[in-house]
Each structure stands twice: as C-alpha cells, then as structure tokens.
C-alpha cells in the first residue's frame, strides 16, 4: 500500500503549491479532496490504474486522474515539476509543524521569504513572526514547539516504518541460497519506538553475492558503500540501511554486539572482565581460547546469565535479573485472545462493522470489541445517545446471528469533557460491555486540571479502560501534561484498566510508564485502536512495546479468556 501513500503526498503537495501560488481558490481544494480519498483507499492504487478505473474513485476527475498515472509511470508530474519552481517552498515539511497550515506557510513565504523548517525557525527565533498579521506572540510560541516536535521525529524513523522497510529488504535477500542467517539488529531488534539506522548482519557462503543484491534492493536513492564484508545504501525515505557480512563462528557475538544497546554491552563487557575473560565482536575469550560466540546464547551462558531478550538490553535491571534467573517471561502475540477498542464506518472507521468482524475473526480472537467515538467528537462523527441504543441492538442481533465464533463485545470511545464528565449517560454508558474514555479536546490543559480531568472521569463506575492516557503522537505532539502517579492510583481505586494503544505513532503508555503501572498492580490492555482492517496488525508493535515494559500475559487483560476478562472488568 505504500504507493497510496506517495500518490496522496504527490497530490497534496501540488494542492499546498496551487494554494500558495494563490491564481486558483478551487483547485487546490479539489487535490486536498484526491489526496483524502487515495489516503484511505481500500486497494492498491496501482491495480486501480492497471485497470485505468482512477475516474470511479470519489474525488478523482480526468485532470488528478492523469497526475496520478504520469506519477505511477515515471516517477514524475509535469506539473509539480513547474510549480516547485514557481513556489519554491517545502510545503509539506512546513505544513508538517502542528498549528502551521497553507494560510500561515503563504504568510511567511510572501512576507519574510521562509522556504523550509530552517527558514522558519529562524525567523520564529528572531521574534519575527508575532510582527505579522494575524500571528501573535502565542502562536509563535507553539510554532517554535511544533519545530522542536518535528525535528525530533524528522531525525528518526518509526519502528513500525523501518520495519517494513526491513522486512521488504529481507525477503528479497532469503530468497539467494548463498544466505545461511540473516537477522536485523541494533535498535529494530530492541524494539525501540524510533530507528536511526538499520543494521543487517549476514552469514553467507558468497558474501559479495548478497551484497550485489543488497546494492541492487527496491527503493535505493543512494549507495553510500558498497565493499565485500560491509555495505551502506540510503532508501528514498532517507533512511540509512548497513549490511554486514559475519563469519558463522561469530555471528552470535556479532549479534549480540549490534544489537546493543551500549550500556548494556558495557555491562556485559565488565561482568566479562572480572571472570578473566574478553568479550568483543567476534567472541568470548579465555586468552587465545574462544569459549563462545557462535550463538547469543552460549555468550549469556557462559557469563553466568539467562539469555536476555533483546526488548530489555537497556541496562535497567536486566543484567541483575538474567544473573538471579528471574527474568520475566514475556507476553507473545500468541497470548492475545482480543481487542478491546476498535472504530468502524460508524464513526470515523474506514471498514463496516461486518468487514472489522471477519478480519478480527480470522486473527483467531475469542472476543472483539467495537468501541466507535461519542458525540462530543463531531469531525469524527460521534454517536449520540440513541445511536449508541441503536448499536447495541445490533450487535446483540451480530452475536445471535452466529456468524462469528468470537463474542462481539459493545463499546465506545467516550470523550473525557472539559470537567471530567463523559459525553454520554450513565444509563446508556452501563449496557455497554467495555467502555473507554479517552482525551480528545483541550489537549493542552494545565498538568493540575488535565490530572483532575482524568481522575474525576474514572471515578465514574462506568468506565473500564483509560484511552491513550498521555495522548502523544510520536514526532508530532508530545504527551499531555498529567501527573501519571496520581492517574495510576485513582485507576487502581476504580479498577480502570491503562491502555497500550498499539498504533504505532501512539505506543502510549511509554515503556517506562508501563513498568510504573503495574508495579502499581494496575492491569494493561493492548488495543489497535484500529480505524481500518489493515490496522488491526498493530497489535504487534503494541506487544513489542509491552515487552519493553516487561509485561508478563498475566499483567495484561485481553490476554485472559473472555469469562476471565468480563469478571475482571466489573467493577
Ligand atoms: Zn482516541
Ligand atoms: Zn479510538
């Protein structure tokens, strides 16, 4: 699907180009239009055009119809072309930054000659934004604090975005049976929610075979290296990608040493010492003598260590736990037995109720929450009350239909107001099944009043679930301000359970946050959150992120058959 995506971000950036031109008020309207509509196609827009059927897709005319097969074709659009050199200003790096749209971009364009983030956060710096008309001091401010969010994100890729871009390099690499081992390390390997680089390490009868091939690989702007035993490419999304070859007598301490992470290797590297041994690259030393290094194993072992899964290489207590041989015993994808928040078409879900139903059927859950948003959330067109009556009937009418083995539980995704309340009754609240509250409005609330918000809503006996508790967007919006100690305690009075929201820009709770909660004794659900069929496969970046927080199954509830999990929800 990623085509879509480089179609949709074609289109808007011509929109953002026509819109700051300023010739034309309609057009630039009519790519926005294109653009959402490729953004949430259900198909592969390449097969669209294969069959030249672009004109039957909502928002698609003759004119954007032949944009997007120009760009298919030749990688080109004539007409972006033209307009990069008339308007040449990054657009879709500005209009990137939170609170900074086409208005301001052709403001700053016109008045103080800004052309990218650079430009921008100089002239932010230097004060000279709160001089222009309709910006003031506050809206420099937030600008200024969008760049720093931007920047950090611009720096690192997702993990959930290196990993197909690794697993795409991959599986084109197994496929050469010179190829014996082929892994990737470093931070992928550690899960982390960000990338730097991507590193692969190799084991192959003819190295220079799979470093032809790596060179050759899908998608390379730049080889950066290209020798027998280590070569470097640069992916058109900008990311870095190592390969290295390992002798099959090293490869477990050539895993083991890229993986990392630096302070855990330290650690090791020390515990190495004070045995009177030498721990590098290429092996475990006992003088000349190599005692280990063909597999990470035989390295933990012979340092007195359980092996330690790559998750918890942070140098955080690991190190101490692998030596007392308590390491917990991480949660699987294989423990999950459902999803606990879930949209549809209903609210601002891309799929029906029936087509999320089949694909989460065909994940083998047992249950399968369907929680759409409430009405307070307009642009995602939220249920009233009598909506929400309405779904319960027919989901009860689902469940008696058989057609699904899973139990479909009734939910929603009740907005947290302003004062703590929720936006729907408490009589309609308590025939639902599952029911979350989550933040959405008035995100930048002071810490003291956002703590009340939260706390004061899960006092309500019908809430079982805190959404997103700190509402950040990975590289584009920071958590809220909260005092998450004090969220933790009122939620283990109430019995509200915290959610890991599994989508990959959220991963929210944090690592760090999840260790906190459930040393608290509080309880975790790992939710997609999912709004179309193919997010439902985040459930596993959600277990990646539960296993950096050494959760066990037992400390998660949709790990729990449904009988267990309903009693456990009750409060
Ligand atoms: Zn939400
Ligand atoms: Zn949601």
């Not at 690794?166 to 390997?189: C, F, H, M, P, Y």
């Not at 009754?425 to 308590?430: I, K, M």
Request: glycine share 8%; hydrophobic share 35%; proline share 3%.
């Amino acid at each position: 699907m990623t085509r879509n995506a480089e179609v949709a971000r074609v289109l808007k950036e011509i929109g953002l180009l026509l819109e700051i031109e300023g010739k034309d008020k309609f057009k630039p309207r009519a790519y926005y239009r294109g653009m959402r509509s490729i953004a949430s196609l259900g198909e592969d827009i390449e097969s669209v055009a294969k069959r030249d059927t672009l004109t039957d897709i909502p928002g698609i005319g003759k004119g954007l119809s032949e944009v997007i097969k120009s760009y298919l074709e030749t990688g080109e659009v004539e007409l972006l072309t033209k307009l990069r050199t008339r308007v040449p200003v990054k657009v879709l790096e500005l209009d990137s930054i939170p609170g900074v749209g086409p208005k301001t971009i052709r403001l700053v364009y016109e008045k103080l000659g800004v052309t990218d983030l650079g430009t921008l956060e100089k002239a932010a710096n230097g004060g000279k934004l709160s001089g222009l008309p309709g910006l003031g001091e506050k809206t420099q401010v937030q600008i200024i604090e969008g760049i720093q969010v931007v920047r950090a994100g611009l720096e690192r890729t997702l993990l959930a975005d290196a990993i197909s871009a690794a697993e795409r390099i991959e599986n084109d690499l197994r496929k050469l049976k010179v190829v014996k081992q082929l892994i990737t390390a470093g931070s992928t390997r550690r899960r982390r929610e960000t990338i730097g680089d991507l590193d692969f390490l190799v084991d192959a009868t003819e190295p220079e075979t799979v470093m032809d091939a790596f060179v050759n690989s899908e998608g390379v702007a730049t080889i950066i290296a290209h020798g027998p035993t280590k070569s470097s490419i640069r992916l058109e999304s900008g990311l870095q990608v190592d390969l290295r070859v390992l002798p099959s007598d090293s490869f477990g301490a050539g895993l083991q040493y890229f993986t990392g992470s630096v302070d855990h290797n330290v650690r090791l590297r020390s515990i190495a010492q004070k045995m009177g041994l030498r721990l590098n690259e290429y092996g475990l030393y006992k003088d000349k003598k190599k005692v280990a290094g063909e597999d990470e194993e035989g390295i933990y072992k012979a340092l007195g260590l359980q092996w330690v899964p790559p998750e918890l290489r942070e140098d955080t207590g690991e190190i101490e736990a692998a030596q007392n041989g308590n390491l917990p015993e991480l949660v699987t994808m294989n423990d999950i037995r459902g999803d606990l928040h879930s949209h549809t078409d209903q609210s601002d879900g891309k799929n029906t109720i029936e087509e999320m139903l089949d694909a989460a059927q065909a994940l083998g859950y047992q249950y399968y929450c369907v929680s759409d948003h409430t009405q307070s959330l307009t642009i995602a067109n939220g249920m009233d009350e009598d909506r929400l009556l309405k779904r319960i009937e027919e989901i009860d009418e689902l469940n008696a239909s058989g057609r699904w083995k899973m139990k479909i539980l009734k939910g929603a995704e009740v907005d947290i107001l302003a004062d703590g309340g929720l936006d729907i009754e408490d009589e309609v609240l308590s025939q639902l099944d599952v029911v979350t509250g989550s933040i959405h409005s008035r995100m930048k609330d002071k810490k003291e009043t956002m703590t009340e918000r939260v706390c004061h809503a899960m006092e309500n006996k019908n809430i079982h679930l805190l959404g997103h508790p700190t509402g950040r967007l990975i590289g584009k919006r920071s958590e809220f301000e909260i005092d998450l100690e004090r969220v933790f305690e009122t939620a283990r009075k109430h019995n509200v359970i915290m959610e890991l929201n599994a989508h990959p820009q959220r991963l929210d709770l944090n690592a760090g946050n999840l260790r906190a909660a459930i040393k608290m004794g509080l309880k975790i659900a790992i939710n997609t959150d999912a709004h179309r069929i193919s997010e439902l496969d985040n459930m596993r970046f959600g277990i990646f992120q539960a296993r950096r927080g050494w959760l066990t199954p037992d400390d998660i509830i949709n790990t729990c058959p449904l009988k267990k999990l309903m009693k456990s929800i009750k409060k």
